[in-house]
């Protein structure tokens, strides 16, 4: 039955979540860190929020990496981690895969039955706040504790979530599934002309010249797409916009706090706070938005399902929109910054190709082309902006070196 394979896979979730927790708790051997319960940077990577610590303070997933540099890291695991932190990572992967892919096609098909984007959308957030405070309630994890700066900022981290997840899910019930994640493969563009332009980050010209595929395959893409709609495509742009300005906000805000935000805020707890919030935030836009017509399309929804079937199906969309996030956590919190690009490009295709096989709709031999141009570009873009803030880390570290021998030199000279 469906419903058993859904609270297995739910029971699956909560069992890794409460037993090997987030990356503070990963098997990688690290030293001592006092502020371990603090999370001091929230960033985004596509469509999500991280926590990193202030020493990898960038807002790009190339510097999530939890791992102490005292650690050798290949493959993206720690050399003493052995083959069961690889196992670990190895499921935590295919399950986030799993999850994503079934709640892309189960958030389609059920808008399809509801064309309420902005209402199951509130409602999958209410679900994701209900399961985090159901976690912490049970103390199955720590239960937060924000400042009141920390519940400002946070806050406002929530509003942009709301944002670009409504957003999307406009895109997804006005068009396929497969049209809203090739122009969602424009993220990247978007993420680094506001971090340029609201944030005053600029990274190297190459990187930049990287993002001319992207733009380009998903323009070609677009061009003559059976399925085109003007609505998906600038909800989707909207989308992408959102959860760019949601990194640099976030960003911004806690760097300038200090990262006194909190405790126990780790990625995982963060995510479930900005959830909170976002629900909260999303009820006038519903109400505004839906509120009068929700009820005429819940009454001609019922002429082909039941009362229960709707429920449930809002139920579960809503529970694998955010375990698909919380295991995507587990998944990307103790590799490599190389694997996480090439796991997030992989992420793309595999919902394209599922929802076109699932929901029959055919896209063009252009529209093909152009999406894996696109996509292409994405994990070129992430390849290439990972290897030059290598070498900009690398050599401010050499800078703090030398620096520090002239003033060991000094200090020696001085004794004499």
């Not at 998903?218 to 989308?239: D, I, N």
Request: glycine share 8%.
């Amino acid at each position: 039955m469906p419903g058993t394979k859904i609270k297995y896979t739910a029971l699956i979730v909560l069992i890794t979540s409460s037993t090997f927790g987030d990356a503070s708790s990963s098997s990688i051997t690290r030293p001592p860190n006092k502020s371990q319960k603090s999370c001091s940077t929230a960033f985004k990577s596509n469509d999500v929020l991280f926590c990193a610590s202030r020493r990898n303070a960038f807002n790009e997933p190339s510097a999530l990496s939890p791992v102490s540099s005292q650690v050798t890291v290949r493959g993206g695991v720690g050399e003493e981690g052995g083959l069961m932190v690889r196992l670990k990572i190895g499921f935590y992967f295919a399950l986030w895969y799993v999850l994503n892919i079934v709640y892309n096609i189960l958030n389609k098909k059920y808008l399809n039955q509801i064309p309420a984007p902005l209402t199951v959308g509130s409602f999958q957030f209410l679900v994701g706040s209900l399961y985090s405070v159901l976690l912490w309630v049970t103390r199955i994890r720590p239960a937060p504790v924000l400042t009141s700066k920390g519940n400002t900022e946070v806050n406002k981290v929530g509003f942009y979530h709301m944002m670009g997840q409504e957003l999307s899910m406009m895109s997804l019930g006005a068009g396929p599934v497969s049209f809203t994640h090739i122009v969602k493969a424009l993220e990247p563009f978007f993420s680094a002309v506001v971090s340029a332009l609201v944030f005053g980050k600029w990274m190297h010209p190459m990187v930049y010249v990287t993002l001319i595929p992207v733009v380009g395959g998903v323009a070609y893409a677009c061009l003559k797409e059976r399925s085109f709609s003007w609505l998906a495509f600038w909800t989707a742009m909207g989308s992408n916009l959102a959860f760019a300005l949601r990194a640099v906000v976030s960003k911004s805000a806690l760097d300038a706090k200090g990262g006194n935000l909190g405790e126990n805020l780790t990625s995982v707890n963060l995510f479930g706070i900005v959830t909170i919030y976002a629900f909260l935030q999303s009820i006038p836009l519903f109400l505004l938005g839906e509120g009068l017509s929700f009820i005429e399309l819940w009454k001609k929804a019922l002429e082909k399902s039941s009362h229960y079937e709707l429920v449930k199906g809002l139920v579960v969309s809503g529970l694998f929109h955010y375990l698909n996030n919380e295991v995507m956590y587990l998944a990307l919190s103790n590799v490599h910054p190389v694997t996480l690009a090439v796991g997030n490009t992989m992420k793309r295709v595999f919902i394209v190709v599922a929802s076109v096989l699932v929901f029959q709709n055919p896209i063009t031999v252009q529209a093909a082309i152009g999406s894996s141009i696109g996509i292409g570009g994405v994990l070129l873009y992430s390849l290439v902006k990972q290897h030059y803030e290598e070498l900009e880390k690398k050599k401010l570290e050499e800078e703090a070196l030398a620096a520090k021998g002239k003033g060991n030199w000094f200090a020696n000279r001085g004794k004499k």
